[in-house]
């Protein structure tokens, strides 16, 4: 048993237990406090895995941009908020079963097949950044170019709420 | 068969052409043109027929006259002909319509002189002639049937005709649809007999019957059905009941529709099926007994009747009683025979109660009579020639077709029997004594009028008298012409049987004295006046009562049918039927779609989480659904 | 002007007046009657002359137009004039403007849409009696639903929306059914080039058994409603008592038609096997709505009820005739089916001219209508006559033929010993007396008696209503008396019919096994 | 790579973006409102035209392979999406003051042409993505009522949750096959492999929750109650067309096997009776196109049950006039200050006699969408059910066509209201719209046309 | 190399337990996080089978999805935070005011 793989399990262990406190941690802070961990712990198995463009962006778009852009939001509502003392809705127990269903669902209905890396036959192709690149650019970059178009209607988007949230308040 | 130049046609459409011209224009040119068309027609039509019967009688005994109108319809290679047929039975029938028609309608003229709708009258009187012509003309039992049925039509307007009494209307619908009754099983007979001839022309069906080969049918089944056709027009039991009430309508009506024509067709068409009877002993067994029991029970009720009309009513219903008699012991033309004498006296009769009633200002009531020999001379001379005739006092007309119905009642030998003929005298004993009774209390006893009326009593004009004379003397005579041979060739008669023969006089004897003793025992009741009926009739007062409310028959009906239908109807149908299980399961329904519609709309709580529970539900159900089934 | 044009003429007509109504300014009510009544004389006319034309001795369709509409699933505009639709085209034609003229003063509200409505679905009537390719029919039969909806719920009694909807539910229901049978049939006769809607084609083909009863049912439900057949007639008494007089008028005249013909064109030729296992089910419904309408006519105390459900009785008659599969009955049944709409139909029309004027149709308030108006007494009287059958009316034709054929088929059974149909047609025979029961109760009650209504004076039938009934009654009287003018037009139809419903079997009339 | 093949093959996404672009450079440049209304017209008619063009000239051609493709089908199904904006926008501009409105709608629709020809699984959740995100901010952009916002919210969380359900079929499937193309959905319909299968169920879960199919379809009453008319109908068209072009992608042509068959025959089947009882009791006009648009889900879901060919046919005539009618009727409701009680069914009371026009063109559509005809709408839903017949489903389908019997009721209902009930006492007056009328004609007219030559559409494939 | 049968499992279970956090959780804020979590399970699940199947579209589309969550919450916070001034709280079973 490598080193490596006491890291996976590790990170495994840590992104479910972030997982797990998601639910039951009472303040939204806490909550995005685990979701970060789940985050990092996450980019840690894409690291362990070799798959580095991925570990690499997960720490910066998601740590760094979503999840601040989050907690600066939770910090400035206030805390007096009924949701932010009373943890659960009254669908408690019906939710969790459902999840733990879908889970199982998705887990059982996995049972038989083995998933194992490719076989050796195959060259796996490496994950480092350039390749990765390379491929985006050539196969993807309609993707690419698809996405600033989303990026754009998101932005005006959000521009439209907010200013329209104005307009209500003023 | 002889072609002739539309002659047949000609006579059956000179009433309608009256019957339009009335009903169009009546109102506006008056009556005097009304009572011309209105007479006028019916009497061209009667020397049509003149004319007709004469070629008939060129052409020989058993001729007939054929006439196609046209073509009523045709599907696949049957086709269904308006067609005249004129033998000597239609000759014989259509006289008399035509003849006492005419007499009838000159006769109105006088009667109805001032009522607010003359023109209507006449109208309606024409129509009925039209149709009554087309049933006895027709050739196929179809035409007939329109003809039936028109009858029909127009003895329910013309009892209708003062229609403001709810009453009278009444009495209109319960002709018609006691008439409908007998038309169901008419219209069956009919069906059946084109069913299997394939034709519906009498002469032919009569012709197939006799023919060698015997139809596919039962022809008891086929008599027995037509017969309940004759047992409503003809008012015989079961269907008997709405021939008093349909007295509601005008005298005249009463005496053409109501005695002299239109409740004979019955006897007609059987006399005119005789085909079919000659083959059907069970059939024509029917008919006797049917004939008998209605004549005998008619006359019981006679006996105690009290409204002059309805008296006659109901010795009408029994003398129609008697020809069914005859028809069913085979005596065809002994039935046409009576037909014919019974419309001379009985329409004499109904007349002269027309004249009583016109003289007393509208009083029906024999109670209420009497004494009228000497203040309307004229009527109750005719009155009592007439009594006389319908009595069965020789040599008037009565007699002879009486006498003759019951010796064959005794001794045909297709079904005659003594029982018949028991009860046949009976009934002509009963004949003669209410008859004579009514003479009695009408015209002799000492007058119990009131005052006012007594004052108003005058004789009817001549328009109506000299129509009753002409009447009178034809019930006297008209017994002379021996209408059985005329009509032997058409109308084969039954043959008596030999060991019987030798009774012919002493039944002629027996007749006679009938008639006298039921002429003695009126005499001797009420030439006092009403007191010793009275005593008699409080002596048994259960069997009075029984009588005078003619055996609660029509009680009887409306408790077994006409409350019966109404109930069912009503509560069953309606009720419980549309109301409750049809539309209560449509409403039920529908309740329930808002219902589960209102359940839809409480599930879209608005709680987002529910949402995603929902759906998250969809996704395990799917996913689960999915792999259990791959 | 070429014959299938003049068809076309016809059945397009009314669109045009629709159109033209568009353009008429508001408040023009004058203007608006002028030109439907414009539209439905011409219509009458044309109706004619195709009548006259019309060959009764020639096989197929006449007068035919078959353009490709929907060319890639084989549906086309096809229309055409058959022995079976001559009639019916006839009626409808001749009642609208005799429609229009009753609506003439009655209508105040809305007159632009109620015209537009009426021109509508007159349109769609003739449509689905001239359609010769099955989804044509079923546009415009479903097409129907739109305007009456629209007749009876805006312009009717009180209780009107809910008589409309139970109408148009009622309907659209058994319709659903059908379009699925109706796909379902298409797909299954489907052949080498494709799909086909093509009349001809799909009562040429053969389904197995029971394929053909599923279908049969389907297209039975959705017909026997229109018709209506007990246990489905409940919708009717409630649309026609809250239909105004035109909404009645059309449902009477027409629209009940549609169903008999649905049966006669379609639903028994396209399933034989089906419909001769069905005949004894169908027969049976027939007799039951003849003696159950009559029953119920006997118990109203609203006219139009009374009306109403006598023309449930009647149909039945129409049923009774078709289900015979004699010829002499088919032949019976489409003239009843005429005979009616003119009776049913002048029925609802004076009906509509006594409510004009005093506004009540309760038996109750009448009496003695005879003496306050004779010309209306006398009118009333000869449809009341007509409408019981009596002879040298249609309605005696009809009947008499319809009641004959049904004994026609019934004896043979009898004689095999099945007593079933027997019975059946001697009940059916005695309805006759029920119908004179409650018809003749009806006048006794509000013609008869003394002097009744609900304010008097009341100023008696004027000239229009009097040259509408006039029509009617002259129609009634010419059939009744030369019923083979319009019988000698559709006998070839009615033997194929007959022909192709009866297939091999022989045993006439027993249809059943 | 060939660029004058991208640039024709692309052209209607490229003249949107054009629109799209040259708007927010208005924008930034000096935000005079109402700027948009013109510009996005034109450009969507210019679309259009291009989509259309495409269309008849048979164009056929893939830019990007494996990823975009382009074939007439795909062109006229743009075409009409496009199309459908055009009285949206009409409509819209009373409420919508400023050029973000017509920014998101560019790009929303943008997404929907994405969806229309994308053949790679990336290409489509990045089409969703850009058709959905803007809906969220247009659904309380109009602001018109407080409960937009929580409208957006109920909308945005459920269209996230399709979202990631989408993706993780994406993986699976991705998993299974090793590739990215619609192809690998299609052969997964083969295939029996727990995968395979998995990802098959996963996306069509997605779709199900996009398009609004019991017992996925929580937001769209809601949703549609809160935005404002013309986002409403532009939720009801445009993006329902988009999620099932998506699908008909997706199916491309494939056979449809159980069990994934019985997804698409009963969970469509229950939203038809859920939707049409539902919609019944419904007070709040808005509400109850919401459960119509369930029920026509189920409908459009219904025909994929059908064999290849047939399928997208009736897919593309349904949508198009379901679309047609949906819009007429919303454009043709009385609009006013209070949106809320604009929005009551009794506002509609009488209004045949207020403004007839409007009322007969509201009756018109809702007859359509019942199914009546001679109204396009029985067409269409005649081609669905032929198709779930010729594919042998007898009873689905006859439960189907019972299912559609059930929702006659509301329509006719509210065309009750409009012609036989009085016009109650305290309605708010409201002047008929000029652009509103215009957009009722861009409707009516095709809607006759297909009405009368359902060949000129049917036949085209 | 480690058994990615692990990896899989993991992210069904945070995919579950991002529904169950969207489906208890009373916080809208709360709500779109455990929706991140959810898209976090998707990228695993790529990340592995990607390695499975030793080809990087997957890899690729993950970047797609950073770009997609990160849009998702730029949109969504505007409008929760709309939402907490209108009604004066985050807890999304108070924004029931659509129904029926």
């Known amino acids: 048993m490598s080193i490596d793989t006491v890291l996976l399990y590790f990170f495994v262990v840590a992104a479910l237990a972030g997982g797990v406190l998601m639910l039951v941690a009472q303040h939204p802070m806490r909550v995005a406090l685990a979701l970060i961990a789940v985050m990092l712990s996450l980019a840690g198995v894409y690291a362990m895995l070799g798959v580095h463009a991925v570990a690499v962006f997960q720490v910066l778009i998601y740590v760094g941009a979503v999840m601040v852009f989050m907690v600066y939001v939770i910090m400035l509502l206030d805390v007096r908020d009924p949701s932010f003392v009373v943890r659960y809705g009254r669908l408690l127990v019906p939710g969790v079963a459902l999840g733990t269903l879908l889970a199982a669902a998705l887990g059982l209905g996995m049972a038989q097949l083995r998933v194992t890396p490719a076989a050796a036959g195959v060259e796996a192709p ?31 988007a959000a521009i439209a709420v907010i200013k329209s949230g104005r307009r209500q308040d003023g | 068969m002889t072609p002739t130049m539309n002659l047949l046609t000609v006579i059956v459409l000179l009433p309608l052409a009256g019957f339009v011209l009335n009903g169009l224009l009546g109102r506006r040119l008056g009556p005097t043109f009304v009572s011309v068309v209105g007479c006028g027609l019916p009497i061209l039509a009667f020397l049509a027929t003149l004319e007709a019967f004469s070629t008939l009688q060129l052409a020989g005994p058993d001729a007939a006259l054929v006439e196609h109108a046209y073509q009523w319809a045709a599907v696949g290679n049957q086709s269904f002909d308006v067609a005249f047929y004129f033998d000597r039975l239609s000759a014989v029938m259509t006289l008399i319509v035509t003849g006492v028609g005419s007499l009838i309608h000159v006769y109105s003229t006088g009667y109805m002189k001032g009522d607010a709708s003359y023109a209507r009258y006449f109208a309606y009187l024409n129509l009925f002639l039209f149709f009554m012509l087309t049933l006895v003309l027709g050739r196929s039992l179809l035409v007939c049937f329109v003809g039936w049925e028109g009858v029909g039509l127009a003895s329910y307007l013309l009892i209708g005709f003062w229609f403001e009494d709810p009453a009278k209307a009444a009495a209109g619908k319960k002709a018609f649809i006691t008439n409908r009754i007998g038309d169901a099983g008419f219209l069956l007979g009919l069906f059946l007999l084109y069913h299997v001839l394939g034709t519906l022309n009498m002469d032919e069906i009569n012709a197939a019957f006799g023919g060698p080969v015997a139809p596919a049918v039962s022809a008891s089944l086929v008599g027995v059905l037509l017969f309940i056709g004759a047992t409503g027009k003809s008012a015989q039991i079961p269907l008997h009941v709405w021939l008093p009430d349909a007295m509601a309508g005008p005298t005249p009506v009463s005496a053409l529709i109501h005695a002299a024509t239109m409740v004979t067709a019955g006897v007609y068409l059987v006399a005119r099926m005789h085909g079919i009877y000659e083959h059907a002993p069970l059939a024509s067994q029917v008919v006797a007994v049917i004939g008998v029991m209605t004549a005998f029970f008619a006359a019981t009720i006679a006996v105690v009747q009290t409204d002059i009309k309805k008296v006659l009513a109901y010795s009408t219903v029994s003398q129609l009683g008697l020809m069914f008699v005859a028809l069913g012991v085979g005596a065809y033309g002994v039935a046409v025979f009576h037909v014919y004498t019974h419309a001379f006296f009985k329409a004499c009769l109904f007349l002269g109660a027309g004249s009583v009633i016109h003289a007393l200002g509208g009083e029906q009531d024999i109670r209420r009579m009497g004494g009228l020999a000497r203040r309307i001379p004229v009527t109750f001379v005719t009155f009592a020639i007439a009594t006389a005739a319908i009595a069965g006092i020789p040599p008037l007309a009565g007699f002879f077709s009486k006498d003759e119905i019951l010796w064959f009642a005794f001794a045909s030998g297709y079904g005659g029997s003594t029982l018949l003929w028991v009860v046949g005298s009976a009934t002509a004993l009963m004949t003669s004594f209410y008859m004579f009774r009514l003479l009695w209390l009408t015209f002799l006893t000492p007058s119990r009028m009131s005052h006012e009326v007594e004052h108003h009593v005058h004789e009817s004009p001549w328009s109506m008298t000299g129509v009753l004379v002409v009447l009178a003397f034809l019930s006297a005579v008209g017994g002379f012409v021996h209408v059985p041979e005329f009509l032997e060739p058409v109308l084969p008669l039954a043959t008596a049987r030999e060991s019987l023969e030798h009774y012919e006089h002493t039944l002629v004897y027996v007749a006679v004295a009938v008639a006298v003793a039921g002429f003695l025992a009126a005499t001797w009741l009420y030439r006092g006046g009403l007191a010793k009926g009275d005593a008699l009739a409080a002596r048994f007062p259960r069997l009075h009562r029984m009588l005078g409310g003619k055996y609660f028959i029509d009680e009887l009906y409306d408790a077994v049918l006409g409350r019966p239908l109404h109930w069912v109807s009503d509560r069953v149908f309606l009720r419980a039927g549309d109301r409750f299980v049809i539309d209560g399961t449509l409403h039920g329904l529908a309740a329930t779609t808002r219902r589960v519609a209102g359940r839809l709309g409480r599930i879209e709580t608005g709680q987002l989480q529910w949402y995603v529970t929902m759906a998250v539900l969809g996704i395990v159900g799917c996913l689960a659904w999915v792999w259990r089934h791959v | 002007m070429s014959e299938p044009m003049l068809l076309n003429l016809l059945l397009w007509l009314p669109v045009g007046g629709i159109v033209a109504l568009g353009f008429v300014s508001k408040g023009r009510d004058p203007l608006v009657r002028s030109i439907t009544f414009g539209c439905m004389l011409l219509q009458f006319v044309i109706a004619a002359v195709l009548y006259q034309r ?65 021109l509508f679905i007159q349109f769609t009537m003739l449509g689905t009696f001239v359609a010769q390719d099955l989804f044509l029919f079923y546009v415009f039969w479903e097409a129907m639903l739109i305007p009456m909806f629209l007749i009876i719920g805006l312009w009717g009694g009180a209780r009107r929306v809910y008589a409309t909807l139970k109408f148009v539910l009622y309907t659209a229901f058994g319709s659903i059914l059908m379009l699925a049978a109706l796909i379902y049939l298409v797909l299954a006769t489907q052949d080498g080039n494709g799909l086909t809607f093509d009349l001809r084609h799909l009562s040429g083909a053969s389904l197995p058994f029971t394929a053909q009863v599923w279908l049969l049912a389907a297209f039975s439900l959705s017909f026997a409603i229109k018709v209506p057949m007990f246990p489905l007639h409940t919708w009717l008494p409630d649309a026609h008592v809250e239909a105004p007089t035109t909404g009645s008028v059309i449902l009477a005249g027409v629209l009940l038609k549609m169903g008999t013909y649905g049966f006669m064109k379609l639903g028994f030729p396209l399933f034989p096997d089906a419909a001769r296992a069905m005949m004894p089910v169908i027969m049976t419904l027939a007799v039951i709505s003849i003696v159950y309408g009559a029953c119920l006519a006997l118990v109203q105390d609203d006219i139009k009820k009374i009306i109403a459900y006598s023309s449930i009785s009647h149909l039945g008659y129409v049923m009774l005739g078709l289900a015979s599969l004699d010829l002499i009955g088919i032949q019976g049944a489409i003239l009843q089916m005429v005979s009616h709409g003119l009776v049913a139909g002048g029925l609802f029309l004076m009906v509509g001219m006594i409510y004009e004027r005093t506004h009540s149709r309760a038996v109750a308030d009448y009496g003695g209508l005879a003496r306050i108006l004779p010309l209306f007494a006398v009118f009333f009287s000869l449809l009341t006559l007509a409408s019981i059958g009596l002879p040298t009316t249609s309605g005696f034709a009809g009947e008499f033929m319809a009641l004959l054929g049904a004994f026609n088929a019934a004896w043979p059974a009898h004689l095999a010993g099945n007593q079933v149909p027997l019975t059946l047609a001697v009940i ?78 022989v045993l006439l009339g027993s249809g059943a096994r | 790579m060939n660029w004058t093949d991208v640039f024709e093959a692309m052209l209607p996404e490229h003249v949107l973006l054009a629109g799209l672009v040259v708007l927010l450079c208005l924008e930034i440049a000096r935000g005079r409102p109402r700027d948009g209304f013109a510009l996005t017209f034109v450009t969507l008619v210019v679309a259009a035209a291009a989509a259309l063009t495409l269309h008849t000239q048979g164009y056929a051609g893939t830019p990007f392979p494996g990823h975009f493709t382009i074939t007439p089908a795909t062109s006229l199904a743009k075409f009409v999406v496009i199309a459908l904006t055009l009285p949206v926008v009409l409509i819209s501009r009373d409420d919508f003051a400023d050029t973000r409105f017509y920014v998101l709608l560019l790009s929303s629709l943008y997404g929907a042409c994405l969806l229309v020809s994308s053949e790679s699984l990336p290409t489509m959740f990045l089409g969703l993505e850009i058709m959905s995100m803007p809906v969220y901010a247009l659904v309380l952009l109009a602001q018109l009522r407080a409960e937009s916002a929580e409208a957006a919210l109920k909308y945005l969380v459920m269209g996230g949750a399709a979202t990631a359900t989408f993706l993780m079929g994406v993986a699976l499937l991705y998993g299974w096959s090793g590739q990215m193309s619609t192809g690998a959905f299609g052969y997964a319909l083969a295939s029996s492999d727990p995968l395979a299968v998995g990802g098959v169920t996963l996306v069509v879960a997605a779709l199900f929750l996009k398009a609004a199919i019991v017992p996925f379809h929580g937001w769209a009453p809601d949703a549609y109650e809160g935005a404002s008319v013309p986002v409403t109908a532009f939720m009801a068209t445009i993006i329902k067309a988009g999620v099932l072009f998506a699908a008909l992608r997706l199916f491309a042509g494939m056979p449809i096997t159980r069990p994934i068959a019985d997804l698409l025959a009963v969970l469509p089947l229950v939203s038809m009776v859920w939707g049409n009882v539902a919609a019944i009791r419904q007070t709040s006009f808005r509400r109850m196109i919401a459960y119509s648009s369930i029920a026509h889900a189920g409908y459009l879901f219904y025909a994929l049950l059908g064999a290849a060919p047939g399928r997208d046919q009736a897919i593309l005539f349904y949508v198009a006039v379901y679309g047609i009618m949906n819009v007429l009727a919303l454009a043709m409701l009385p609009r006013g200050t209070d949106d809320a009680r604009n929005d009551r069914l009794e506002s509609l009371q009488g209004l045949y006699h207020r403004h007839p026009y409007a009322a007969i063109a509201i009756a018109v559509a809702m007859l359509s969408l019942a199914g009546l005809p001679p109204l396009p709408g029985f067409v269409g839903k005649f081609l669905i059910f032929r198709n779930v017949l010729a594919a042998g489903y007898t009873t689905y389908a006859v439960l189907g066509l019972v299912a559609s019997y059930l929702g006659i009721y509301f329509y006719l209902r509210v065309i009750q209201y409009m012609f036989m009930n009085a016009t109650p006492a305290d309605v708010p007056a409201n002047r008929t719209r000029r652009l509103a009328v215009a957009a009722s004609l861009l409707c009516l007219a095709p809607a006759l046309a297909l009405a009368f030559f359902p060949g000129w559409l049917l036949d085209r494939f | 190399m480690a058994d990615l049968q692990v990896l899989l499992w993991l992210s069904f279970v945070l995919f579950g337990i991002g529904l169950v956090g969207v489906m208890v959780r009373r916080n809208a804020l709360v709500m779109l996080m455990c929706m991140e979590l959810m898209l976090n399970a998707v990228i695993l699940a790529l990340v592995v089978f990607s390695l499975r199947t030793a080809t990087l579209s997957g890899t690729v589309l993950v970047f797609l999805i950073f770009v997609v969550a990160a849009a998702e919450i730029a949109i969504a916070i505007p409008i929760v935070l709309m939402l907490s001034r209108q009604k004066r709280s985050l807890d999304v079973e108070g924004y029931d005011s659509l129904k029926g």
């Open chain 1, 126 to 156: 490496s994950y480092l950044v350039r390749p990765f690149s390379q491929e985006f650019l050539q196969q993807y970059w309609l993707h690419f170019e698809l996405t600033s178009v989303l990026l754009v209607a998101a932005v005006v």
């Open chain 3, 54 to 118: 019309f060959d009764g001795l020639e096989r197929g369709l006449q007068f035919a137009t078959d353009v490709p509409w929907i060319a890639s699933w084989g549906v086309s505009y096809r229309i055409g004039l058959d022995g079976l639709n001559v009639l019916l085209v006839a009626l409808t034609a001749f009642l609208g403007p005799l429609v229009v003229m009753g609506a003439w003063t009655a209508v105040q509200k809305d007159v632009k849409l109620f015209h537009a409505m009426v």
């Open chain 3, 428 to 505: 059916a025979v005695s309805g006759v007396v029920l119908g004179a029961l409650y018809m003749l109760w009806l006048a006794q009650r509000i013609l008869f008696g003394e002097a009744r209504a609900p304010h008097t004076p009341l100023e008696d039938l004027n000239a229009r209503e009097t040259t509408i009934l006039v029509a009617i009654v002259a129609a009634i009287f010419a059939i009744g008396l030369f019923p083979g003018e319009p019988l000698a037009k559709t006998e070839l139809a009615a033997r194929e019919f007959q022909q192709r419903v009866l297939g091999e079997s």
